[in-house]
């Protein structure tokens, strides 16, 4: 493992222990160093989570998938990102995310995909609609 996983591994295990700003700060430094390194802006984005600030949390993580040069990180960070959309109500989005994400092999983003697909939903609403009428209508 080199010096940037280590320095990775140990924010992560910073951020575990609730050390959040310590584990933001190593990230940041690591990010410093490499401006590459996509694994670092998909962690900093968790931590930036925790600390509640979403709006950073979303630049990194675009950052990260935009600099992915493995799966895990485009997984991890499409998975993020879409979650962090689902939870700001941007439902589009999160669902193009969180799809992408699933059929890159996370079951959890396939799971969350299909409770904002926009199509399913429509279709729920309109089974519900016909359901309701019936419901209403004299026998």
Known sequence: MDELQLLETEAIKLADANKLKEGYDVLTAVIAREPLFAPAYNNRAQVLRLLQKDDLALLDLDKAIELAYDVVTLRQGL????????????????????????????????????????????????????????KSTPQ
């Open 79 to 134: 998975t993020q990102r879409g979650l962090l959309h689902k939870l700001k109500g941007n439902e589009l989005k999160a669902f193009e995310d969180l799809e992408r994400a699933g059929k890159l092999g996370s079951d959890l983003a396939r799971k969350e995909a299909v409770s904002v697909n926009p199509y399913a939903q429509l279709c729920g609403n309109m089974v519900a609609q016909v359901m309701q009428s019936y």
